[in-house]
């Protein structure tokens, strides 16, 4: 399930930025792209979560 939370997070991020962005309040624009910076953050954390599917080789 953690896998998918990086894809959720950049879905949220640009949902936030596309819909912060055309209300017209005042500091809308700092609290969208502040938003979208932490969801960023948190899809770059969960990233450690997407399997490698590279085969090692041990030997």
């Given at each position: 399930?953690?896998?998918?939370?990086?894809?959720?997070?950049?879905?949220?991020?640009?949902?936030v930025l596309i819909v912060g962005?055309?209300?017209d309040f005042q500091w809308n624009g700092i609290i969208s792209w502040g938003l979208s910076f932490i969801f960023l953050l948190f899809?770059?954390?969960?990233?450690?979560?997407?399997?490698?599917?590279k085969k090692r080789n041990d030997t």
């Open positions: 399930m953690k896998r998918y939370l990086t894809a959720f997070f950049l879905s949220m991020s640009a949902i962005l055309r209300i899809a770059a954390y969960y990233t450690k979560y997407i399997p490698n599917d």
